[in-house]
């Protein structure tokens, strides 16, 4: 049942400024290698032999390798952060060929020092950026649980996919909204009223298989989920394999988020799944007066006297 | 309403609490009439079984008159009159359609808690233990009857209730104990136990066709009623070696089948080792004190099986799996699968083949539990069975 392992979406569109960047370092150094005289006349360095033979195509060679790094490699924010490195050369640079020239050409230096400590500033941001979207993908939560459900594939299958369903065994969701098209709105719900909320899609779709699913763009927690079914042996009815994973921002509020998600994910998801198993072969989950909302193993220190309530039913 | 509840190790109270509630489409509420002692229930009177909490409601073994149901309930009416067997099962799931009810797989909203302890976990009971459940018990005046469309059996006709009474539990674990032996006639049988549990496996073995039924036990009272009641060769363990004179008693062969109907409060007769049991049980370095299952497999004849019904539950000590092993024995188990007997055995009852009511001995008020408790674990007054009456 296992495949590959599931990609934890990214919140924002943060791998797009390292895209942009690098294609930036590639026009750069493409130019500084092949026309290093243009390049040193515009800059304003076009007086020293030294830049337009060596200085320039050197630089050039490492905005090629900062454009490869960026636009092919795995982990991107180390290379933002050999651009802002090189960054820091060239405003030296810059500045020491500024101290001896006059005229058009420090104009021209001065103009060139104001653009690339512009590029520096936008380096740093992408820098801080992919430094933390991959911290949170280190961060990235996953579980799995599984269970066998003694009806049809089908049958469970076609309960999982109306996702508007899994609020009534997954406790820790509000409500999921189906606003077609394979697009949903989900809410979470917090202590203290607060919420978290997201739009997902549906990424994978196979009939009485597999669903899988992931948060849309711009979720604060980015998230992923991937259920499957398969026959159970001997015609016991149908296992069902569920992998859950999110990205909890850091700090404050990613440990906040971590609780409303449950400290304990693969509990929460063997809960959730015994929960499934409940409402789909009796009809709804099983309560008794010690889990009067029923199964919540978390909840299991402050579990009630096995004794009648007097207050009304929880959820 | 009134309601026997647990205070903790050795102490209950008949408390006030509030009145059950329809808590799942498919319950009923049933306004208790009958509600025996079990010996089970001694187990959690003496703090043996984890996770009980202050203020639980006890009893598993109970009948009553149904007073409101669920939407989801179609074969029950109010004012039915129902034995409510103890395990709690759903019906749907795969455990319950193969017939093992007390494993359901859906009833126990804490299995998260008995898997740590088993494994997996078995089914939810009535008033026994948040681990099994949670649930609250029958010892009271009312009790919520989770999946009532499926577990409790109506008795339509005029059976007075302590006829159909154990229905509810002692009848079927001792007639499973006795069917697990995989009798086909003729079997000698060897019976630890001559409690409620025991006797009616004695005398459901003969009911299944065994030839000889011995009964063990160190009361004089108990060993008389399964002498006299159950048809039973009595054999007092603190006068005779158990092991040495079934031999004796059987040719040499040992019995073909050892029920133990005992448990993890086993007793034995030689203080060092009952000592030796008993403190590590107390720190809780060993669970149960497994006297009568130990000698139950050292006695079975090669190749004969070991059924054991007492209940156990953690871990034992010096288990002698090399005599099972190199001796073939079989050993089957379980908490009774009570849904599995309640009808053929009410049909027993009503064809007079047999009266499980001959095991009570003592009828209290609900009022008057903790005494029943006390009066039914010291063995006073020849106490073998407590029925509380409401
Ligand atoms: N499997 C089930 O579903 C199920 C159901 C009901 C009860 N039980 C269990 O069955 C057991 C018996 O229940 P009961 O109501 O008859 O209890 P009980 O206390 O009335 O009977 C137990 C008997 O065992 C005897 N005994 C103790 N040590 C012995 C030894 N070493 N050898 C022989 N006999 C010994 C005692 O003297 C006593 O007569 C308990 O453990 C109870 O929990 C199991
Ligand atoms: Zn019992
Ligand atoms: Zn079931």
Known sequence: MRGTPMEVPDGTGRRLLPRSLGLLSLGLGAAAIGAPSQVGRLIGVDDSMIARTTVLPGIGARELLSAVGLLVGRHPSGW????????????????????????????????????????????????????????????AVRASATVTINRSADEVYRFWRDFENLPRFMYHLESVRSDGDGRSHWTVKGPAGRRVEWDAEVVEDHLSEMISWRSVRGARVPNAGRVRFARAAGGRGTEVRVELAYAPPGGAVGRAVAKLFGEEPEQQIRDDLRRFKQVMETGEVVRSDGSPAGTSTRQQVLQTPARPRAARLPR | MKANCWQGRE??????????????????????????????????FHGYIPSMKKGDVLGHEFMGEVVEIGPDVHNLRIGDRVVVPFPIACGNCAACQSGLYSVCENSNPNAGVAERLFGHAPGGIYGYSHMLGGYAGGQAEYARVPFADIGPIKVEDDLPDEKVLLLSDVFPTGYMGAEMCGIKGGEVIAVWGAGAVGLLAMRSAYLLGAERVIAIDRFPYRLRMAREQAGAEPLNYEEVDVIET?????????????????????????????????AKQSVRLETDRPHALREAIMSCRNGGTVSIIGAYGGFVDKFPIGSLMNRSLTVRTGQCHVQRYTRMLLDRIRRGEIDPSFVITHRLRLEDAPIGYEMFRQKQDDCTKVVLKL
Request: proline letters at 2%.
């Open chain 1, 80 to 139: 933002v952060w050999t651009r802002v490195a090189g960054d820091a050369m060239d405003l030296a640079a810059l500045a020491n060929a500024m101290r001896d020239r006059q005229g058009r050409r420090r104009q021209r230096l001065g103009a060139t020092l104001a653009v690339v400590a512009g590029i520096t500033a936008v380096d740093v941001l992408a820098g801080v950026l992919s430094t933390r979207a991959a911290g949170a993908r280190r961060r």
């Open chain 2, 11 to 44: 102490s209950l109270a008949v408390e006030e609490v509030p009145d059950p509630k329809i808590m799942n489409s498919r319950d009923a509420v049933v306004r208790v009439t009958s509600s025996a002692i079990c010996g089970s229930d001694l187990h959690l």
């Open chain 2, 246 to 278: 079934l031999r004796e008693m059987t040719g040499g062969r040992g019995p073909d089948a050892c029920i133990d109907a005992v448990g993890m409060e086993g007793h034995h007769s030689s203080a060092v080792l009952h000592g030796y049991d008993r």
